[in-house]
């Protein structure tokens, strides 16, 4: 039984893993640039889908296909950032933001179900990553310890990044003031486009690590958002990294384990865990009492 459950939490940790990367880029622009990107789910869809389409059509190596979904996302990213979503910044314009990027995102759904069809696009992994690998009494996901271990280099990467260089500073800096920002010869558009374009191909890089895990089709990037906005929210509304690595896993490990003990809740479980944390830590898991 204690094997069973471990087993089973271990999944849960994986899961939570793949949230963090897709959700990350978001705490990001919703907690530091204090924009409220709704197309950021469409990020990871595009990511998954380039490397299912890599690998089915092409031939490619799974390994060969992630530098191309994480380019082909942040790409997207920065063009939209460009465009679009620089014309509105401000604390002012959330409903305009919010109008904006859900009618991306329903645009892109429609796209998607044109390109691709609208039915889920089979998986075909490579041998070394499929499997169990058995370590004592616990059998383990070959696939799923190569989501933590590429998720600990990413976390650790994205925590250095932004928490501890400049860069995350002057961030922090052109939200609080952005003229100030300025007038220090910082150049605060071109920040923004550095921040949308990791924020966008951490998201497409999570897509593609997510087609062996959860459904490659049209609804993605509707079905996923929810969790992503999830975890962001129960992280802190400050773009915490920490936090919302500390959300996602939680969200993760619950959502594993009520599907698994109590199958007939389906998403029920996510949504009663974040109504207590909200209840409990309105500000967030991290946030300063």
Known sequence: MIANFLNIAFSGVAYGVLLFLMAAGLAVTQGLMNFLN????????????????LMN????PFFATLPVATLGAALL????????????YGADRHLDQIMLTIGLTFMAVAATTYIWGPNPLPVRLPPYLTGLVHIGFLDLDRYRLFL????IVL?????LGFERTSFGAKIRAAVDNRRVTASCGIDVDRLF???????????????????NLLSVDPNFAVAFLAYMLIVVTLGGQNGSIKGALGAALLLGIADVLGKYYVPQTGAFIIYTVTVIVLFCRPNGLFARA
Not at 155 to 159: A, G, K, S
């Open 155 to 159: 976390i650790t990467l994205l925590i």
């Open 38 to 53: 709704l197309t950021h789910a469409v990020f990871a869809m595009l990511g998954g889908y380039l490397a299912v389409t």
């Open 57 to 60: 059509g092409l031939g490619w």
């Open 193 to 211: 486009m550095f921040a949308f374009l990791i924020g966008s191909g951490l998201a497409g890089l999570g897509g593609a690590l997510s087609v």
């Open 148 to 151: 933590i271990a590429v998720g």
């Open 77 to 88: 990213g920065m063009l939209l950032e460009r465009t679009l979503f620089r014309r509105m």
